[in-house]
C-alpha cells in the first residue's frame, strides 16, 4: 500500500484500494453463488412450504402445488439465478465483511479497529439470528395474509413475487436486530451513555412500534408483534449493558 508523506494515502490510491476491495468482495459473493445454484433445489422446497410441499407434490402427482408459478420461459433460470446469487451473498458474508473493514481500518485509530473487530464478530450472529426468525415466523405471516382470500377464488402465487415477500421479512427482522449491537457499540466508542439510550425509552418503544408497522412486509398484528417485543426487549437489554459499561468506566 503506497502512502504520502505523513502516513496519508493519496487519493488516487484510495480508488486503487477500494476497486481491489470490491473485486475481492465480487469474487467471494460468486463463490458462494456457485454453491447457492448446488443447493437451489432445497432452498426452494424449504421457501415453498408455508404455502405447499413441492416435494409431496412431485411424488403424489397430485399437483396440490398449483397455487405456486413460474412466468415465462427465462422465468426458472432467471430465479435459479437469483436465489444462487442471494445464497453467495449470505455464505461470504464473512469475507466481505473483512473486506470492508480492511479497508476502513486503515483510518482508524488502535481503539477504534478493536471496536470494529468486535462489532463485526457480534452483529453477525444477531443479524442471523433474527433473519432465522423471520423466517420461522413466515409460515404464520403466509396463513394470515392467505387467509383474506375468498372461498370462491384461487390464490395464484407467483414465486418471484413470494420469494420477494420472504427476502423482506428476512432483511427486515435481520437488520432490525442490530439495534442493540449498534446502541452497545457506540456506547463502547463513547459516543453515546446508557442514561442517554434508556432515558427517552417511551420515544424508544413508539419508534420500536412505528418501524415495525412501516416496514413489516405483511402488517399482520401477529408479525408485527413478533418483531415489536423482541426488539423492545432487546434495547432495554443494551441500554443495561451500556449502564453496567458506563459504570465500569467511571470505576476506572
Same mark, same amino acid.
Given at each position: ?7 496519508? %494515502? ?9 476497486? /481491489?476491495?470490491?473485486? @475481492? ?80 481500518? +486503515?483510518?482508524?485509530?488502535? @481503539?477504534? /479497529? ?21 423466517? @420461522? ?79 413489516? +412486509?405483511?402488517?399482520? +398484528?401477529?408479525? %408485527?408483534?413478533?418483531?415489536?417485543? +423482541? ?11 451500556? %449502564? ?9
Amino acid at each position: 500500500m503506497v502512502t504520502s508523506e505523513g502516513g496519508r %494515502m493519496p487519493l488516487l490510491e484510495h480508488f486503487r484500494e477500494l476497486r /481491489k476491495r470490491v473485486v @475481492r468482495a465480487a469474487v467471494a459473493i460468486l463463490v458462494g453463488a456457485g454453491f447457492g445454484w448446488v443447493l437451489y433445489p432445497q432452498v426452494v422446497n424449504a421457501l415453498a412450504k408455508p404455502i405447499c410441499d413441492l416435494h409431496r407434490s412431485r411424488l403424489t402427482g397430485l399437483g396440490n402445488c398449483g397455487s405456486l408459478y413460474i412466468n415465462g420461459v427465462l422465468g426458472p433460470l432467471n430465479l435459479q439465478v437469483t436465489v444462487a446469487l442471494i445464497l453467495g451473498v449470505i455464505f461470504s458474508a464473512p469475507l466481505w465483511l473483512y473486506q470492508f473493514w480492511a479497508f476502513v481500518a +486503515p483510518g482508524l485509530h488502535k @481503539r477504534e /479497529k478493536k471496536y470494529s473487530i468486535l462489532f463485526i464478530g457480534i452483529a453477525s450472529p444477531f443479524f442471523f439470528g433474527g433473519a432465522y426468525l423471520g423466517y @420461522r415466523i413466515l409460515p404464520l405471516a403466509v396463513k394470515a395474509l392467505l387467509g383474506f382470500t375468498p372461498s370462491s377464488l384461487n390464490n395464484l402465487v407467483r414465486f418471484d413475487d413470494y420469494l420477494n415477500f420472504v427476502l423482506r421479512l428476512i432483511l427486515v427482522f435481520g437488520g432490525a436486530f442490530e439495534l442493540p449491537v449498534i446502541l452497545v457499540a457506540l456506547n463502547m466508542a463513547g459516543v453515546l451513555s446508557g442514561r442517554a439510550i434508556l432515558k427517552p425509552w417511551r420515544l424508544a418503544i413508539f419508534g420500536i412500534a412505528f418501524f415495525t408497522a412501516a416496514f413489516s +412486509p405483511t402488517g399482520d +398484528p401477529v408479525t %408485527m408483534s413478533l418483531l415489536a417485543v +423482541p426488539l423492545i426487549a432487546l434495547y432495554f437489554g443494551a441500554g443495561a449493558i451500556a %449502564m453496567l459499561n458506563d459504570s465500569r468506566r467511571r470505576k476506572r
